[in-house]
Each structure stands twice: as structure tokens, then as C-alpha cells.
């Protein structure tokens, strides 16, 4: 089964990954200690060792998604790692981060129509998915859900590889996986890894695999081993010719064991061999060049090192001078056979080539420190660009909104009009009708009329600001995630957002307000409407406020906390629980929006519904010429003065300020590191 990728019109490229000397630091601690190693295209390099070896943080450095602490030199196709390559590299996490209302099929549709480059037709992205889809074998679970802990949905190993399927749309040309096999039992592990070889070659991918304890099956399968303990490497270099390298220091591992269960076994349990294997592995990295310059015990065969080259080359024939490293090796190889050409006897005619091992050592290390001119940490250069595309986004900014919008809209539409919302705006649509029923329009009734507009609007400013809040958090994980990848301009998902869960928002206050102002007695269908377009005002400022509170606080409890203290404010000063607020504090009602939700609610209410008949004797000087009372005496009694457009125009400017504030704490002060 091949994948059937689009990609294949393009230029070939490959990826050569190298890094020197990494070394983490977290409070004086050496997380990783000066590891080193490097990866070939159509390659799988294992990084193995037990829990807590530093096998995340490797990668974690190598996506470039730690960089406090960190030294060391990353290179990729002898450049130091810019974010033009970075673009070229899939992080795929250990955990999997997917909105759980959307299937397997809906969330990799979205991320090709995001990912896939704007100029490939519809049908052609499509076909792409359903290519994925079932080179991954996802076939028969693409239509499930991802589920969460409350519903259960995809199973763990279909949930790793529906991770991986996504990553794989972009056509990187690294792939970084952390522990893509933990979790699963032995035969999806296998499945797993097969599929990930088979991309590898096909492809002429470079992968990095985290593992803990691989079968002797996955462990034939990768190419190269990097193994750590307490941060330090233990091993780097083939997997082929491990149990030599073991033997040769002096740990022979025994017939019929699992070569990486036993070494971890050895590394853990014996201190003298893991001082042995510290000691040996100080030169692993230089002999692991020297193997690809020389073979084994310095003898290549010459079929070998075109193979090794031509890999990198063929796939680079427009810009040869990619792979440094590569042109380096061979450049010295051809001086050292020309050089050595008298050395060399018969066996160079039978392509068996043995030469100068420390003429090669040095070439490798020159090469080396061609192919990392810089450190890690200076790597803020930016290095010439061959291609621009690299850096712009797949699709353009209309295509982004498009398919966001559609995508919250299916996102937020399980979460928000769940049948336990919808109950809970039925019931209680019933209830405040039975309470307010058909309320006279009278003057002694007239503080529970204004309860009623008070409740109202109170209920949804908490409804839809608790939502935002609650919603929040796991969202921010998966934008983070994907905005790391480049695939959307935070704006289009912004403004998606925004306009995506626009009708969602606005349904059950909808619902509401035609049942609870029905029972109460709406006198006309144009009241009505503008009743409902102030209530909905109110909501979608009340979502903006729980989306930036949601934004600012990576803590669950300090936003509910500051979300509780918001709404109790909002509450206090909004005019109806307590009209005595002392002089100092009066400002603090301008910055509740019930304060103004509530006026406006009045306004329309006692201006265009049925006028409210004065009691005998009543408090309205109004009263004394007139039966009922008008609109105005009831606003001034509670010291409402503002207009009704100026309310609406104060309600407006909090929506923006909200949602713009939302958009820079999410731009500036919450950008996930890419
Ligand atoms: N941000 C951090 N703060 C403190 N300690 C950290 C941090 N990141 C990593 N560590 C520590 O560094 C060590 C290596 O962690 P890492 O997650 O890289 O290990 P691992 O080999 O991937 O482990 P596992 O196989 O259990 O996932 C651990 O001891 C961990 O506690």
C-alpha cells in the first residue's frame, strides 16, 4: 500500500538531521548532557532509555519547542535549524490534542483543507484524506468520534494515529514522534512502526521515534539508536551492528534476548556497565560519521557510499549543495581514493576501497562543523530563503476563515446546544413564565417586572461567560498546537470563532425569551425583536469577556474565581439589586454591562410595551395628572439617565474591547513557541 501524497510533483526533498552537544538545563540540573546524533532521509531513528532518560526533551529541543536552557547545535541539510526548516517538521506528541466532538474523518478533512496547499482543488484534498485515512488503516473508524473521558470515542492506538495522520498532510519532511507506540498492545505497536518504515522509504522521510521498550521485532526496524540514561547517551549508531558494538566494551548480550531490553536492563541495574557504555558513547558520534565515511573497520564497499550519497543527492539534483555534509564526504572520499591510489590494490578494482581512516575522521569533522556553524542558542539568523512559499500560509486567509467558521459551528454545536442546554433553557423559560405569568402592568407589580428583565439578562450574561471560560482551555490546546504548525493565521481563527458559534450563541437565549416573554405578555412582535436583539447584545459581550478572562488564565480556578468576581460586580452595580451604592463607588456601575443591558431592557419595555397603570396613592409625581407612568419617571427614579443608543454604543465598544483584548493576549502573550 502506498500514500497516496500529492506531493510527489514537487521537487524531492530530503532532510539530514544533526545535533552536537545538546545539553538541557533546568534549575542547575542537566536534563540532557551534551547528547548527540543524527538522522537520515528514509531513516528511523530510535531514541530509547528508561522513563525519565530525557527522551522528550530531546525532542522537545529538536522541534524547537524548548529553547530556555538549552545548548547545542541543530542542523538540518547543513543549515542551522531557522524557522524556514522548522515549517518542514512535525512534533507529534505523546498526547493527542483533537476537538472530542468532531470524527476521525471531520478532523482530518478540516486540517487537509487547512494544511493543503490553496491552488489543489477541493476533490483533490479529499482524496488525499481518504489516502491517509486508509494507508493508516483508519478505514473503519473514520466516521467515530474522538471522545473524551465522559464519551468514550476512538480507542488510544486510533486516536496516535489519527495524530500522525494529520502531521502527515503537511509532507514533512521530519518527523518528530514521541512515544507513538505507548499504550498500544504489541500488534498495533507493530502495525504502527510498519507503517511509519514503510513511509519513511517510500518517502525518503527522516524519522525520530521516542520509545521505551520495544519487541526484538520494532527494534529490527529501526535503522539507528540513540540511547539515553539520567540524560547522557549510552549508544548512538546503527541498530544492525549493536551486539558487536556491546561485545566489544565488553557487555555481551545473551543469544535469544531482545538486544534493547537487555542493554536498558544492563544500563539500569549495573553501574559499571553504564560507566562503560558513558565512556564508549563519548565517541559514538564521531564513529558513527566514520562508519558512514569508512563501513565498518574501515572498509566500504564503494556500491554503499553511492548509496548513502545518491539518497540525499538524487532527491536534491536541483540544489546538490543542500546536503553539506553528503558533498563533503564524497568530495574527500574521491580525494582520498585518488590520493591513496597507490595504496590501493586489487581489491579497489573489486570495489572494495580501504583508506586513510584519519584523513576521513578529520574530513567528517570538518564537515561537521560545516554543517552546524552555529549554536543553538544564537540561532536567531535568518538564513536566505529559497523557496517564500515555505513561510506563508497553505491557504489564504478567506479559505481559512471558511473552513473555520464551518468547523467551530460543528465543534461548538454538540457543546453548545447539548440536550442538557437545551433542558436547562426550557425548564427554566417555563418556570420564570409560571412566576411572571401574565404579570399585571401595574405600578405594585412593576420592581417584579423590572426582576424578571433583571434576572434575564443576568442568567445570560453567566450562561454564555461560563461557557466561553469553560470551553476555553482545551481549545487553546489544540490552536496552540496547530498554530505551532503553521497551519492558520490566528485571525481567520479568531474571527471564525466569532462568527462560527455566532448562531449557536444566539438560539437559546432565543429560545428563552419567545417562551418566558410569551407567558409574561409580550404585547407586540416588534417589541419582541427588540428585546431580543438587547438580550443577545448582552450575551455575545458576556462571551467575549469569558473568552478573554478564558485567554489570560492558563489556571481553571483563578478564571472562575475572576469570573466570579467579574459577574458578582457586574451584578452589584447593575442598578437593580441595590440602588443606595455609596458616592465612591458609583463609577464602578459604568463598567457593568448589566448596568446598561438592564436600562436598555427598561427603555424598550415601559416606551413601546403597554404603559404602566399608577397605584392610588403612587410615588410617581406623574401620577397625579396622568393614569399611567411614563417611561422616563420610571428610568429617573433609579437614577437612569443614558439613552438608549448610548447604552447600546457603550455595550458595542465592550464587544470590541473584549474581543480585540481576547485576540492580543492570545497573539502576544499566549503565542505558542514555533
Ligand atoms: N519543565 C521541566 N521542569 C522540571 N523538570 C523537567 C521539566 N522537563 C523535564 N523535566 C525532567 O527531566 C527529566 C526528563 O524528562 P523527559 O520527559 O524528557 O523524560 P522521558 O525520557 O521522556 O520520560 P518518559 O519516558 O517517562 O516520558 C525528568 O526527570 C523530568 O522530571
Not at 465612591?584 to 446598561?596: K, Q
Request: hydrophobic share 40%; proline share 4%; with cysteine.
Amino acid at each position: 500500500m502506498t500514500l497516496n501524497m500529492p506531493f510527489h510533483s514537487e521537487p524531492h526533498r530530503t532532510l539530514y538531521l544533526s545535533f552536537q552537544n545538546i545539553t538541557v538545563l533546568h534549575n542547575d540540573r542537566k536534563i540532557l548532557d551534551n547528547v548527540s546524533g543524527a538522522a537520515c532521509p528514509g531513516e528511523i531513528l530510535a531514541v530509547m532509555g528508561p522513563s525519565g532518560s530525557g527522551k522528550t526533551t530531546l525532542l522537545d529541543s529538536l522541534s524547537c519547542q524548548r529553547k530556555m536552557g538549552t545548548v547545542g547545535r541543530i542542523c538540518v541539510n547543513g543549515e542551522p535549524l531557522s524557522k524556514k526548516w522548522r515549517r518542514k517538521i512535525c512534533y507529534v506528541l505523546q498526547d493527542e490534542i483533537f476537538f472530542p466532538s468532531l470524527t476521525l474523518r471531520e478532523t482530518v478533512t478540516y486540517a487537509a483543507l487547512l494544511r493543503l496547499p490553496e491552488k489543489m482543488p477541493k476533490i483533490e484534498k479529499i482524496a488525499v484524506v481518504d489516502s491517509i485515512i486508509e494507508s493508516l488503516e483508519l478505514t473503519s473508524c473514520q466516521h467515530t468520534k474522538f471522545g473524551d473521558y465522559m464519551n468514550r470515542g476512538l480507542s488510544g492506538g486510533e486516536k496516535r494515529r489519527a495524530n500522525i495522520a494529520c502531521e502527515l498532510l503537511t509532507n514533512p519532511l521530519l518527523m518528530l514522534l514521541d512515544e507513538p507506540t505507548s499504550g498500544l498492545d504489541s500488534h498495533a505497536a507493530i502495525s504502527l512502526m510498519k507503517i511509519l518504515k514503510r513511509y519513511a522509504i517510500q518517502e525518503q522521510k527522516t524519522v525520530v521515534i521516542t520509545v521505551h521498550q520495544p519487541s526484538s521485532e520494532m527494534f529490527r526496524m529501526f535503522d539507528k539508536l540513540l540511547l539515553l540514561y539520567n540524560g547522557c547517551t549510552a549508544y548512538f549508531g546503527g541498530v544492525n551492528n549493536i551486539c558487536e558494538y556491546f561485545q566489544d566494551i565488553g557487555v555481551v548480550i545473551k543469544p535469544h534476548y531482545n538486544p534493547a531490553e537487555f542493554v536498558l536492563e544492563q544500563i539500569k541495574s549495573n553501574p559499571d556497565t553504564r560507566e562503560k557504555l558513558f565512556v564508549a558513547a563519548k565517541e559514538s558520534y564521531s564513529n558513527f560519521l566514520n562508519q558512514n565515511c569508512l563501513g565498518t573497520n574501515g572498509i566500504i564497499e564503494a556500491n554503499e557510499i553511492e548509496r548513502f550519497c545518491s539518497k540525499a543527492m538524487a532527491s536534491n539534483e536541483e540544489k546538490h549543495q543542500d546536503n553539506v555534509l553528503i558533498n563533503h564526504i564524497i568530495h574527500n572520499y574521491y580525494n582520498d581514493v585518488h590520493m591513496s591510489g597507490n595504496r590501493l590494490g586489487s581489491e579497489s578494482k573489486e570495489s572494495r576501497l580501504n583508506f586513510n581512516l584519519e584523513s576521513c575522521q578529520r574530513s567528517c569533522e570538518e564537515a561537521t562543523q560545516q554543517l552546524c556553524p552555529s549554536e543553538l542558542q544564537s540561532d536567531t539568523s535568518t538564513l536566505p530563503i529559497d523557496n517564500p512559499d515555505w513561510l506563508d500560509y497553505p491557504t489564504q486567509f478567506h479559505t481559512q476563515f471558511r473552513v473555520l467558521s464551518n468547523r467551530n459551528f460543528k465543534e461548538a454545536k454538540a457543546r453548545m446546544l447539548s440536550k442538557l442546554n437545551w433542558f436547562q433553557t426550557i425548564g427554566l423559560s417555563l418556570m420564570t413564565g409560571a412566576i411572571w405569568y401574565d404579570i399585571p402592568r401595574t405600578e405594585e407589580y412593576l420592581h417584579d417586572l423590572q426582576g424578571w428583565m433583571f434576572f434575564s439578562q443576568t442568567y445570560w450574561m453567566l450562561f454564555a461567560l461560563f461557557g466561553a471560560l469553560n470551553s476555553f482551555p482545551s481549545e487553546r490546546e489544540v490552536i496552540n498546537k496547530e498554530r505551532r504548525s503553521g497551519s492558520y493565521r490566528l485571525s481567520a481563527y479568531y474571527l471564525a470563532k466569532m462568527f462560527g458559534e455566532l448562531p449557536l450563541v444566539v438560539t437559546l437565549p432565543t429560545v428563552y425569551l419567545l417562551i418566558s416573554y410569551s407567558l409574561l405578555g409580550c404585547s407586540s412582535l416588534k417589541l419582541f425583536l427588540l428585546m431580543l436583539v438587547f438580550l443577545l447584545l448582552n450575551t455575545v459581550v458576556a462571551q467575549s469577556v469569558g473568552f478573554f478572562i478564558g485567554a489570560c488564565c492558563m489556571d481553571m480556578n483563578v478564571s472562575i474565581t475572576l469570573s466570579a468576581l467579574y459577574t458578582l460586580a457586574t451584578q452589584l452595580f447593575g442598578g437593580f439589586l441595590s440602588t443606595r451604592i455609596p458616592e465612591f463607588l458609583s463609577w464602578i456601575r459604568y463598567t457593568s454591562m448589566i448596568h446598561y443591558a438592564y436600562q436598555n431592557m427598561q427603555i424598550l419595555e415601559f416606551r413601546e410595551g403597554a404603559p404602566i397603570v399608577c397605584k392610588q396613592p403612587s410615588s410617581y409625581e406623574a401620577c397625579a395628572n396622568s393614569d399611567t407612568i411614563p417611561y422616563e419617571d420610571i428610568l429617573r427614579s433609579q437614577n437612569y439617565t443614558t439613552p438608549l443608543w448610548l447604552n447600546t454604543l457603550v455595550l458595542v465598544s465592550f464587544l470590541v474591547l473584549f474581543r480585540g483584548l481576547g485576540y492580543t493576549v492570545l497573539r502576544y502573550f499566549r503565542c505558542p513557541r514555533t
